[in-house]
Nanobody, 119 residues
């Protein structure tokens, strides 16, 4: 399993970014996907979840109405569109997948992409 995030960077408050996570090594269309973030000195926080078909999404209250998670099963990619960004959104953003294997449940993570929100 490999998850590779991209799209992070420096953005001004109120700006937008779109993160991408390219997945491989598993049947992408069978699994829900999640975006997490971890800010400096903070615990990792679940930001958004999307089910395997893309028909069901859920968001943390802190990002509801500003972030949109989506996926393209043909491209094995999950996205996080972020708008109206605030300094509090600055963090390393990770995509993840939980897969049930014969040895048990495994939680896979990408390497993360840094989002900095600053003027």
């Amino acid at each position: 399993v490999q998850l590779v995030e991209s799209g992070g960077g420096l953005v001004q408050p109120g700006g937008s970014l779109r993160l991408s996570c390219a997945a491989s090594g598993f049947t992408f269309s069978n699994y829900a996907m999640r975006w997490y973030r971890q800010g400096p000195g903070k615990e990792r926080e679940l930001v958004a979840t999307i089910n395997n078909t893309g028909g069901i999404t859920n968001y943390a209250d802190s990002v509801k109405g500003r972030f949109t998670i989506s996926r393209d099963n043909a491209e094995n990619t999950v996205y996080l569109q972020m708008s109206s960004l605030k300094p509090a959104d600055a963090a390393v953003y990770y995509c993840s997948v939980v897969i049930l294997t014969i040895t048990g449940i495994r939680h896979y993570w990408g390497q993360g992409t840094q989002v900095t929100v600053s003027s």
